[in-house]
């Protein structure tokens, strides 16, 4: 049962991603999926979002390991010489 739904902008607040990443994500089953409200409207499922974010931060508390960004996809940083 949903007890609250949020829309884009204050998902967007929440999670601190692009549309693209958070689209990407639900897409690969990362990140909760969007549902309808009605043919031009969705929406989140608030619980659903704050459990991820939870569980997220359960999980860095947990790997003390830093995320080696010259691997990321989408404009890899470069190590300066």
Not at 33 to 52: G, I, N, P, Q
Not at 62 to 67: R, V
């Amino acid at each position: 049962m949903i007890t609250r739904a949020i829309r884009r902008e204050e998902l967007l607040q929440l999670v601190q991603l692009s549309d693209t990443t958070i689209y990407h994500m639900e897409k690969s089953g990362e990140f909760p999926k969007r549902f309808a409200l009605t043919s031009r409207c969705v929406a989140w499922d608030y619980d659903e979002v704050v459990a991820w974010l939870q569980a997220k931060k359960d999980e860095a508390r947990q790997t003390t390991q830093i995320p080696d960004v010259t691997r990321r996809k989408r404009r890899p940083i470069r190590h300066q010489k």
